[in-house]
């Protein structure tokens, strides 16, 4: 079990947002899912130059 309330989405930020809360939460989501969108494009393109440059290591 983590800190993090796993069970809202940034589907559910998307609904409605009325209180300063609720904007600063889908504020939050969006910034967590372009960090992990970076995170997996750094990965991709780490990958292909180890295969570029003949490292077999994964």
Do not use: C, K, N, V
């Not at 809202?8 to 300063?20: G, K, S």
């Not at 992990?36 to 490292?55: F, N, P, Q, V, W």
């Amino acid at each position: 079990m983590d800190a993090f309330d796993h069970a809202r989405t940034i589907r559910d930020a998307d609904e409605i947002t009325d209180t300063p809360h609720e904007i600063e939460l889908q504020a939050l989501w969006r910034a967590l899912a372009a960090d992990r969108s970076a995170r997996d494009e750094r990965t991709a393109r780490l990958r292909a130059m180890r295969l570029i440059g003949g490292d077999g290591a994964d």
